[in-house]
């Protein structure tokens, strides 16, 4: 069965616990024995720009229990994925959130494979703004959560408040690109969302740090991104 890799954790002095993502949406864990001594059994150390063909040592073992890997064999690698620094961190963010949601639906694996497959900005926004609506949330776009007045013009978003703010009423909003705003305006009316190449690193955290916030789960690769690269200087993606 295919899958990917959303983490893998040091255990003892040699072995990997690996968590995967496997292509029917379920999650399971692996117990990688003596991967990190040995390179023949896991040559590519469960690299997160790979996609696996994975077996069990026991098949039938429930989702939450512990089993052994049989064998990991990397079918796919991205090369693409990692280079530059900007594509590997909004992938990792992708498997870093898949990893700590408590939900998981067949359709994840299909979302994840198609940024895998083209990574671009704007898909890596669709898919936070599709966890949103699959978490059943619904983030207030009509006027300012703080003051009740319209948003008519520079619409930002809050985490803490739950949707469009202003500037003077919550200073930790982030901008939204015209593009963004759509999105959430076609989302809340049950629409397509439609994005394009106009959208900034600005729009990707502030749905991001909403779910965080609402959900209580934080993503080290969120501060990552954002430390890094600051909220409009994320390098031009290419088209």
Not at 8 to 29: C, H, P, T
């Amino acid at each position: 069965m295919r899958a990917f890799v959303l983490k893998k954790v040091a255990f003892a002095e040699s072995d990997w616990i690996v968590q995967f993502l496997l292509e029917n949406g379920e999650k399971r864990s692996g117990f990688a024995a003596g991967g990190r001594a040995s390179r023949r059994r896991f040559p590519h150390q469960f690299h997160p720009a790979g996609i696996y063909e994975i077996e069990w040592a026991q098949p039938s073992a429930s989702s939450d229990k512990l089993v052994r890997l049989h064998r990991c064999e990397l079918k796919t690698y991205s090369s693409e994925l990692c280079e530059p620094l900007h594509l590997l961190t909004l992938w990792v963010m992708l498997l870093e959130w898949v990893s700590v949601d408590d939900t998981s639906t067949p359709a994840i694996f299909s979302e994840l494979l198609q940024f895998y497959e083209q990574p671009r900005l704007e898909r890596a926004i669709q898919f936070f703004i599709g966890q949103i609506r699959s978490h059943g949330l619904s983030p207030q776009l009509n006027e300012c959560l703080v003051c009740s007045q319209p948003v008519t013009q520079h619409p930002r978003f809050s985490a803490q408040h739950g949707g469009l703010t202003h500037k003077t009423c919550d200073g930790d909003a982030l901008v939204l690109t015209s593009s963004a705003w759509n999105a959430l305006r076609n989302f809340s009316e049950g629409e397509e969302v439609l994005l394009d190449a106009t959208l900034q690193l600005s729009d990707l955290l502030a749905f991001a740090r909403y779910l965080q916030t609402q959900l209580g789960r934080e993503l080290k690769s969120t501060r990552f991104m954002n430390e890094t690269f600051g909220p409009q200087e994320i390098p031009q993606f290419s088209s």
